[in-house]
Each structure stands twice: as C-alpha cells, then as structure tokens.
C-alpha cells in the first residue's frame, strides 16, 4: 500500500487535465452570465473576462420587454410541459402493451415502431406530408409528431420485463383489467425509467430548434431558441429599438447587440442549470438501462 | 407468438381451475389480444403518419415540383434528378464536395470517439470522489444545450469584435489585430470536430464509466498479485473490460456515417465557411428550402437513405463477424 499513497507524475498529470476540460466545459456559461450582470457598457468594449464589473440585473428585466420575447417564453415552456406529458404517457403505456406477449402481432408491430430509428424519408418529403397534415403553423406540431418515440418505449418495455410478472398476474385474479393493472401496478413500478424520460423529453423540446426552423413563419408560435438564432442576425436592430424607449434608465446599462444576445442565451440555459443538478443521477441510469438493451 | 398462452391467464387457470372451462379461457384470451392491439393502435398510427407516410413523398424526386402547384399539373421527369447528378459535371463537383465535407467530419468524428474511452480510464484513476463528481457534472453540462446556444458561447468566446479570446491575446500582446475564427474556412471540418468533442465528450465516458464499474474487483486483484502495475491494469484489465461497449458504439458510429446532423452545421454557417461545412443533411435544406428545388433535394434524400441502409447492414454483419451478435 506504501504506492498507492505516493503522488505521481501521472497523479498532477491526470489532475491538471480533467481540472482544464471540466474549465472548458464550464467557462462559457460562467463567461456569459458575467457578461449579463455587468455593466453593460464595460461588457460591450470587452473589458468583463473573469469576473463581473459594476453589478447590475437591468437586463433580465429588460429582455423580457422585448416585443415576442414573453409569448416565445410561453411557447417553449407550453411545449416542454405538454410535449413531456404526452411522451411520458405514450412511452409508459405502449412500453407496457408491448411487453404483453398475448398482444396480436405483437412482434411485428414492434419492428413496424423500431425500424423507425433507422431510416427517414428526408427533409423535403417530410415537409410536405407535414403540410398535408395540416402541422404548419401549428402548435401542435410540437407535439404530436413526438409523442411516440421509439428509443423509449424500448427503455420502458425493457424495464417492465425486468419487473416480478407475479403482481400483474395477482392483480389480473383479482379481477383488474389491462388499465386497471398499467395505472396501480405498472407505473408505480416504472417511475425511475419514467422519470429518466421525462428529463430527456424536456431537455429535447426546450431545446428544440429545427421544428420551428421548418414549419413556422408564424411569430407568435416562435420559441426561445428560434429566437435566439434570430439575434445573431438582427440583434443590433433590435438594440436600437430598445434604447429609444429606455431614455431613463442608467447610461452604462442600456441593452446592447451583446446584453441582449447574452441575456437570452442565459434565458435559455438556466431552466437547464437549475433542472439538471437533481435529474444527473436519473440520466446515468436511464443511459446504463439503455446500454443493456445496446 | 402470440396464440401462446400468456403466464397471468395460465396461472389463472390452475388456481381457479373450477371457475374457467379452456373454452372460456381461449375465448378470453381470444380477446385480449385483439384488445392488447387496439389499444396500441392510435399510437401506431402517429408512428405510420410521421414516420412511414412522408415515404409516399419521395415521388416528388420524379417530378418537376414547385411549390404551390399541385402534383397533378406538375410535369413527370422520370430520373432526370437522379441523372442531373452525374451528367452535369458542375452538379457532380458540388456532390463530391458535399460527399467529401460529410466524410471527413464523420471520419473525424469516428477517429475522437477513443476520447470518451481515454477520459473514463483516466477519470478513474482520480481518487478524490468530490473532484471526480465535479468532472463529471460539469463536463456532461454541455451535452444538455442546443446548438444554438453552444453557437452563442462560441460568438461570444470567439467574435472578431471584443470576443473573450482576442481580448485576452491582445491584452498579452502576443497578437495585434483580432482573429476571425468563426468567420474563417481554415480548419473547418477540425473545429467542427472539436465543438462536437467539447459538446459530447463528457456524457459519451457515462457509458465507459458504467462498463469499468462493472469490471470483476478480482480481476485487479489477480493482476496486482502477478506484479501488474497501475499502467499494466489499465491496459490489460481496464482496456479490454470496456471494449466491448467501444465496439457496439463504434459499429453504430459507422452506421450513422452518412447522417452527421443538421443543426450543428446550420448554426455554425456562414458565408465564408459554407464550401467546408456543408454536409449532406444542409445541402438538402439549401437546395430544397432555401432554392425550391424540391425534386432534386428529394432525389438526394433517396439516395442517402439507401447509402444509409446500407451502411446499417453493413455494420451489423460487421458487428455479428466481430461480436457474434447484431447490433440491429
């Protein structure tokens, strides 16, 4: 044991390099909302690097007054809440069918729903079929095409069979039909590969992108990221628009191209920051379950 | 399949062998099943709207289709979009550059994915549970935001006016005018590379982590007592205890090939960039979006969709040649 307590080259090595990657991972986010809560105008000239100057939250309260900014709020938020319920349900439910072996053509419906991981009929085809549809322009569009979702009814099938078939089939002589036994048997029972889900679900509409880019022109149904893709482009406009209506306040804080930008972007990502630190155990496991399957 | 008895309805019959005859138990089960489907049903057809509907769309690649002009009055062209692809050299260029940009940032894609493999290795070697903690909560943060936003941090960190990195170098006077970086086509298929590695590094050891955890304590044991220092563990038990786990990511990474993503690339585009960065997936959005060219794009779509079941197979038969079983 006399080695094991000896530091290594290797030891100050494997330090100084996962203490530098976890820094690249977390400075961007650090170096944003510093950039937030600072002077705006020291933070325009680039003169905020490591820590905040002349502290100030003007630009929360600011951001929120820029015209669509409150209703692309809503949009991202209607769309995570709804969106997630309904997976979790769908996922839930078609997991637990799915691992009734009585089910007709059981085995066939299921590749019918997993072949659908491996293949896409392509941007262009999917449109038009979408507008068909009637989902452009639609609030819905965020949310039915994602109810069903292959990957996790994998997970959940895999984990009902993981689980003791002796109280489905108690239950069942108790006289309980199918949604009697999913509702007070199943899902009790499956709530951390539930939960797994749930998470992944929100984060994936929270950060959903692409839909709004394809489907909606319509602004009032934009959502907090396609927004902020949006002020990369016309960002200083909108700076410009703001400072003729805010004659009032402090001369160093008025919103500039790169409050507002920043300011978003920390809009964005805090709902993660503070949603992430108590789900980080679900992800690992959702992941190792996942891994089982392979 | 699934004229088998299930176990809850056998199980039924034995303990309550007076109150079910095998007829009302086969009549039963006769409609369980067809009750086990229909409920499945409305769900399925969702996976048949969004999933197998949109296939129907690929007539559109023999049409000369505009937007806006009903298919019916619409001139039928037969294979002129897939031939236009090799008959028209300008077109050919643009393929084989696409081609050559999806290759290489997949390639180099490929080539990273031992970096998971290395951070867990390492990450296990650290013997502070806190610091390992921290490394792991804060490098699997990135995975968790969108392009977008990593788009944001990178304009931020990077910007030609007042980004973090040229204020910094100026500041140390080791360079006099900023850099463009993000507005650059130097080096575009490694940085894109790069923002994917600091993206997903963290979350991709997650697995590896988990499969070293799994390996047998005895097996450490066994090689400590035959003389085995810390490097000979790592690379005669830790190494090829998760092997396993890199060859199935491996073979799915050579399956997903040619499908490297839209959004990274889309974010990361400009028009300086453009002629590096643009993979298949982009150019189908620039061509059948951006131009209305919505036959040719869907041409394209086609015939990524068969190089990419074709890449699966592969990958599978590869994955049963090497580890006996398909990863399909």
Known sequence: MRINNRITIFDIFNYTLFALFTSACFFPFYYLFINTISSN???????????????????????????????????????????????????????????????????????????????????????????????????????????????????????????????????????????????????????????????????GQWNSFQDTLFLVTDQNLFTLQFILYRYFNGATSLATLLQSGASDTNLANIQTATSIRTTVSMVVVIPILLVYPFFQRFFVKGIMIGAVKG | MSNQPGRGNDMGAKLNGQAYTTAAMKQFQFKEKYKLFLMALPFLVLVFLFSYLPLYGWIYA?????????????????????????????????????????????????????????????????????????????????????????YSFAFMLFSVDNGFLNNLLINMGLIERPLNILASDNHTWLSMTLWGVW?????????????????????????????????????????????????????????????????QYFVFSNAINMNNIEVLDLYVYNVGVVNNNFGFATAVSILKSIVSLILLFAANSLSKLVRGEGVI
Do not use: C
Request: aromatic content about 16%; overall charge positive.
């Open chain 1, 41 to 203: 105008d020291l933070s325009s000239r680039g003169l905020v690097m490591f820590y905040p100057k002349e502290i100030h939250f003007d630009n929360y309260i600011q951001v929120f007054k820029i015209p669509g900014l409150g209703q692309a709020t809503l949009v991202s938020f209607a769309r995570t809440l709804i969106g997630t319920a309904l997976t979790v349900a769908a996922s839930g439910f078609l997991g637990y069918l799915f691992s009734k072996p009585t089910m007709w053509g059981r085995k066939f419906w299921y590749r019918f729903l997993i072949a659908t991981m491996y293949f896409n009929a392509g941007l262009i085809p999917w449109f038009l079929i979408m507008l068909k549809l009637g989902f452009v322009n639609n609030f819905l569009a965020y949310i039915v095409p994602g109810i069903v979702s292959p990957f996790f009814i994998i997970l959940v099938k895999t984990f009902v069979e993981s689980t003791p078939i002796s109280l489905q089939e108690s239950a069942q002589l108790d006289g309980a039909g199918n949604m009697t036994i999913f509702w007070k048997i199943v899902m009790p029972l499956i709530t951390p590969i539930l939960a797994t889900i749930a998470i992944f679900s929100a984060i």
């Open chain 2, 62 to 150: 023999f049409f000369d289709y505009r937007p806006a002009i009903p298919l019916s009055k619409t001139e039928f062209v037969g294979f002129q979009w897939f031939t236009t692809l090799v008959s028209n050299k300008y077109q050919m260029e643009e393929v084989l550059r696409v081609l050559r940009n999806t290759f290489a940032i997949s390639s180099l894609g490929l080539l990273t994915s031992v970096l998971p493999v290395i951070f867990a290795i390492f990450l296990m070697e650290i013997k502070s549970t806190r610091f390992k903690k921290t490394v792991q909560t804060l490098t699997t943060l990135p995975n968790f935001i969108s392009w977008v936003l990593v």
């Open chain 2, 199 to 263: 993206k997903g590094l963290g979350w991709g050891a997650i697995l590896y982590i988990a499969a070293i955890t799994g390996i047998d304590p005895e097996m450490y044991e066994a090689a400590r007592v035959d003389g085995a220092g810390r490097f000979r563990l790592m690379w005669h038990v830790t190494v090829p205890g998760v092997m396993p786990t890199f060859f199935v990511l491996l073979i799915l990474g050579i399956a997903g090939f040619i499908n490297n993503g839209f959004e």
